[in-house]
C-alpha cells in the first residue's frame, strides 16, 4: 500500500469530510477525493460511506484502520530517528513547556541560541496539556513532573524552593500570615485538583482546613497574573517570582518545599545537532545547582 495514499484515508477517517481533511493535509478538496479513488481502486473496496452529513468508514475501511495508523507510527519514528542523525544546526525543534517556565527561562534561552545558531527554529507550546513525548508531538519538553516512561532521556535541570505569595495590596487588606494555622481564612488560587491533587491537602507545610479557594486555573500565568490583581494567596516557585514578579511578596518566607525540573527528550532525536544545541542553551538558563 502507498503510505501517501494511506495518509488521505486517516486524515478523511479523522475528521468525516473531504473539505476538513483537505485543511488537515494543506491540499484542495479535489485531491483527497482523487486520492480516494486511487486507495479504493488499488484495494478494489469501498472504504466510506458517502453521506449528507459526512463521511464513515465501511466495514473494509475499520479493518484497516488500525494498520495503517500503525503505518503513520512507523513513518513518523523514521522521521524523528533520521532527524536524530543530522549533525546540521539547521531545521525546526519542538519544545513543549509551561507558560511561567517559557516566558521566565525558554524564551531567553531561546534569544540567546538566536546568536549562535540563526538556522534554528523553534515551535514553543504552552498548554496546559502533557504532550506525549515518544509519540514525537514534541521533541522535548521541560515539566514539573518527572515522567514515568523510562525509554525517554531524563534529565534534573534545576530544583526550585516553592513559597507562598501574594500581593503587596492583598497583605495591606488580609493581613501577613503567621506559621500554624496559616492558611486559615485567606483567600487562594489554585491549579486545579486533578492535575496537583497532593497540592489540595497542603501548601508549604500548612493545611488548607478553613481556607477558601477563590479561583482555579490550568494556567501557571494566569495563576501569577491572579497574585498579581491581589485575588488571594498561592504556591509558586521563587525562582520564577524573582525573575518575573519580584513585586509580589512571599508571605512566609520560613515555610518552603522543592520541586524538580526536568527536561524530557525523545531518545529519537537526542544525537541531532540542533537538538543538542536547544538544550545547551536551555540548560545555561537554568539557575546552577
Request: net charge neutral; aromatic share 6%.
Amino acid at each position: 500500500m502507498n503510505w501517501d495514499n494511506a495518509r488521505y484515508l486517516l486524515a478523511i477517517a479523522r475528521s468525516g469530510s473531504l473539505r476538513a481533511a483537505a485543511t488537515a493535509l494543506g491540499v484542495d478538496q479535489a485531491t483527497v477525493a482523487r486520492r480516494l479513488r486511487t486507495l479504493e481502486q488499488e484495494l478494489n473496496t469501498s472504504l466510506f460511506h458517502r453521506a449528507p452529513e459526512g463521511y464513515h468508514l465501511t466495514n473494509s475501511g475499520k479493518l484497516l484502520l488500525p494498520d495503517i495508523e500503525q503505518m503513520e507510527a512507523t513513518v513518523a519514528a523514521i522521521e524523528r530517528k533520521s532527524m536524530g542523525m543530522d549533525a546540521s544546526l539547521t531545521g525546526k525543534v519542538h519544545i513543549a513547556s509551561t507558560d511561567s517556565l517559557a516566558r521566565c527561562f525558554l524564551l531567553p534561552a531561546l534569544r540567546e541560541l538566536k546568536q549562535t545558531s540563526p538556522n534554528i527554529t523553534v515551535m514553543l507550546s504552552t498548554s496546559p496539556g502533557v504532550m506525549d513525548i515518544r509519540r514525537g508531538e514534541a521533541d522535548l519538553a521541560i515539566r514539573s513532573a518527572r515522567p514515568t516512561d523510562n525509554n525517554l532521556i531524563i534529565r534534573r535541570l534545576a530544583t526550585f524552593q516553592l513559597g507562598l505569595y501574594a500581593s503587596a495590596d492583598y497583605v495591606a487588606r488580609r493581613g501577613q500570615p503567621t506559621p500554624g494555622n496559616a492558611l486559615a481564612g485567606h483567600d487562594l488560587v489554585m491549579f486545579p485538583q486533578d492535575t496537583v491533587p497532593q497540592y489540595w491537602q497542603i501548601l508549604c507545610g500548612e493545611p488548607l482546613t478553613n481556607a477558601r479557594i477563590v479561583l482555579e486555573t490550568s494556567s501557571q500565568w494566569m495563576y501569577i497574573e491572579a497574585l498579581r490583581q491581589g485575588q488571594g494567596m498561592g504556591m509558586m516557585a521563587r525562582e520564577i517570582m524573582q525573575r518575573c514578579c519580584p513585586e509580589l511578596i512571599n508571605v512566609m518566607p520560613a515555610r518552603s518545599e522543592s520541586a524538580n525540573i526536568w527536561l524530557v527528550v525523545n531518545p529519537d532525536v537526542w544525537s541531532a545537532g540542533r537538538i543538542q544545541a536547544v538544550i545547551a542553551a536551555i540548560n545555561n538558563a537554568f539557575p546552577a545547582e
